[in-house]
């Protein structure tokens, strides 16, 4: 990504809007996925971090919504 531009703020919003959003600005996603130490649950999955890498790279780390 050029330096001074930005991205959309999709924090907390569910992984298929957050795609949505940034696809249709053309940015290129890495999807990371994190749970607690008992493992992945079911449930929507959350935007909880977006970093940007190189170019149009963003690396999104999601996290189920309900983890019990």
């Known amino acids: 990504m050029p330096a001074g531009e930005s991205f959309p703020d ?9 795609v949505v959003i940034l696809e249709q600005k053309g940015f290129t996603l890495q999807i990371r996925r994190t749970a607690p ?7 929507t999955e959350r935007v909880v971090r977006v970093l ?3 170019d149009d790279l963003l690396e999104i780390t999601v996290a189920a919504e309900n983890w019990g």
């Open 37 to 43: 130490p008992q493992g992945f649950k079911a449930g």
């Open 10 to 18: 999709v924090l907390g919003l569910k992984l298929t809007e957050a």
């Open 52 to 54: 940007p890498r190189q």
